[in-house]
């Protein structure tokens, strides 16, 4: 198959809604990731999706949509999600809601409850309104790749597996968005991304956060987001996380990062703008500034996608404090170290 990609315009996004209406799929730009969209009420062109992504068939879809009137035919909404819907819908925040009949139950991998979102990216919302399909999207990657934040990643993935990619741009969030449960009594967060902790607190009270956001799963341990279950967001190549104090983390990377040189490995390390001088020596990739987690939410995934264009096998990295979108950084990154962390002062106690 010809993988077309095209500058959203008019034109492209009325090719896309034919294509989509016609069962096809379409990647396309939101605000946190590309997404891989099919119309969420056809079940063939949503099997096709788990197919272009080599995705297990147990890892449920998120439902786009533009207007909320769309909802009726898609899940029960509650007061709760009412109010979570006028303070952050569009943007980063799903929710999951029981499901209706008409949803397939491909999208939701057999699960009573479906995942919901209203996205904010201007050529997202328009292309949904064209098309006025509910539209089952996962991120744009295949899978176990980070999610796409350019439509080159896009292509980079998916070329020769779909017929359109619409090029909007970089994403401006740069990290899928918050998965939030709402049929407990406390809501949970199950995947932080955009909308924090703090800010649904503010809306709604007290919200939980799963305790698998910043760990592995444990043995036996049912994740509560299938997704959760995969290996997801890595590099090629051991990444590993370098805690501890400023002074101390700096020295730690370079140590590192010459020994495993030594050792004979393709080393690099991702730091704090702040240190990249410092670390000139080192190979540098910059995560953005320490001050600005919404900055290296933004960078991440093309970083780690950059890691595997150098073949580098030996990654170390800082770490931001597990703060507000701190918080879905470090799970992101977490995932891409399979947890693996390296306590600065002993690196240097041994050097
Ligand atoms: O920002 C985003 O959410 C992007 C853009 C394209 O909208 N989409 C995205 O989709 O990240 P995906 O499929 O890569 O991630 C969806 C996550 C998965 O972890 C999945 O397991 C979880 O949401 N999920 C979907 N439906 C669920 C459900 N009914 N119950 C629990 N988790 C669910
Ligand atoms: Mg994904």
Same mark, same amino acid.
């Given at each position: ?90 943007? !980063?925040?799903? #929710? ?8 397939? =139950? +491909?999208?939701?991998? $057999?699960?009573? /409850? %479906? *995942? ?70 406390? !809501?949970?967060? #199950? ?8 800010? =649904? +607190?503010?809306?709604? $009270?007290?919200? /939980? %956060? *799963? ?91 093309? /970083? ?48």
């Amino acid at each position: 198959m010809n993988t077309r990609v095209l500058a959203a315009s008019p034109a492209t996004l009325s090719t896309a809604a034919e294509l989509l209406a016609s069962g096809q799929l379409v990647a396309f730009p939101t605000e946190t990731v590309y997404g891989l969209g099919a119309n969420a009420l056809d079940k063939d062109a949503v099997l096709s999706i788990f197919a272009a992504k080599d995705r297990p068939a147990d890892n449920p879809l998120i439902v786009h949509i533009w207007h909320r009137e769309q909802l009726k035919d898609i899940c029960e909404v509650s007061p709760l999600a009412e109010k979570l819907m006028d303070a952050f819908w569009p943007g !980063p925040l799903t #929710l999951l809601m029981p499901r209706k009949e008409s949803i397939p =139950l +491909e999208v939701t991998a $057999g699960l009573p /409850t %479906v *995942a919901v979102r209203m996205p904010s990216h201007p050529v997202a919302a328009e292309l949904l309104r064209v098309c006025d399909l509910p539209i089952a999207a996962p991120s744009a990657n295949r899978s176990g790749k980070p999610s796409p934040t350019t439509a080159q990643h896009v292509f980079t993935d998916m070329d020769g597996r779909i017929p359109l990619i619409i090029d909007g741009g970089s994403c401006d969030v740069g990290l899928e968005s918050t998965v939030l449960d709402i049929n407990q009594p406390t !809501p949970c967060i #199950l995947r932080p991304g955009g909308v924090t902790q703090a800010m =649904l +607190e503010r809306v709604i $009270g007290p919200v /939980t %956060v *799963a305790g698998s956001v910043l760990r592995p799963l444990q043995k036996g341990e049912k994740a509560l987001s299938p997704g959760m279950m995969y290996k997801h967001y890595s590099p090629d190549g051991q990444v590993s996380l370098v805690e501890g104090a400023e002074a101390h983390v700096v020295a730690a990377l370079r140590e590192l990062h010459h020994q495993a040189e030594a050792n004979g490995h393709r080393a690099c390390v991702m730091c704090f703008s702040e240190h990249v001088a410092d670390l000139a020596d080192c190979h540098p990739h910059d995560l953005g500034s320490q001050a600005c987690p919404e900055e290296v939410a933004r960078r991440l995934f093309e /970083t780690l996608r950059r890691l595997d264009d150098e073949h580098m096998d030996a990654i170390f990295s800082e770490v931001v404090p597990p703060e507000g979108v701190g918080l879905a950084v470090m799970n992101r990154l977490g995932r891409a170290a399979a947890f693996r962390t390296i306590q600065a002062k002993e690196v240097i106690e041994k050097a």
